[in-house]
C-alpha cells in the first residue's frame, strides 16, 4: 500500500510561490498516476494536475496552467507542486492522490490520498 504525505502549505502574499511536496512511501510508482487536488469549505475537491509517473506525461487544468507545475523525483519518490503567482483565489487545503487506473481528473478514480496541506494566499 502506498502512503502519501504532503509538505510545503503555509501563507504567502498575493503573487508569491510556494512549492507543495508529496512523499510516497511503501511501493514503487511506476504504474501510478499521481494528482494534486485541492479543496475549500463547502465546495467540491478540484482538479489541479496530474503526472503519469512512469512517462512523465503531465496534465493541468486550465485555470493553473499558466502559473502552476508539477514534477517529480524519482529517485525520492516525490512529487512536486511548483505554484507561482499566487491568488488569494488560490487558498484551499491542497491534496496529493494516487492511482493505478490511469489519468483522470475525477476525484473519484483516486484512491489513495494524503491528509493534505494548506494553502493561504493573503491580499
Known amino acids: 500500500q502506498v502512503h502519501l504525505v504532503e509538505s510545503g502549505g503555509g501563507l504567502v502574499q498575493s503573487g508569491g510561490s510556494l512549492r507543495l511536496s508529496c512523499t510516497a512511501y511503501?511501493?514503487?510508482?511506476?504504474?501510478?498516476?499521481m494528482a494534486w487536488f485541492r479543496q475549500t469549505p463547502g465546495k467540491e475537491r478540484e482538479f489541479i494536475a496530474a503526472?503519469?509517473?512512469?512517462?512523465?506525461?503531465?496534465y493541468y487544468a486550465v485555470a493553473v496552467e499558466e502559473r502552476f507545475t508539477i514534477a517529480r523525483d524519482t529517485t525520492k519518490t516525490t512529487m512536486y507542486l511548483q505554484m507561482n503567482s499566487l491568488e488569494p483565489e488560490d487558498t484551499a487545503v491542497y491534496y496529493c492522490a494516487a492511482t493505478s487506473d490511469g489519468y483522470s481528473p475525477d476525484d473519484r478514480q483516486y484512491g489513495l490520498w494524503g491528509r493534505g496541506t494548506q494553502v493561504t494566499v493573503s491580499s
Open positions: 511503501g511501493r514503487y510508482l511506476s504504474s501510478y498516476t
Open positions: 503526472m503519469a509517473w512512469a512517462s512523465g506525461k503531465r
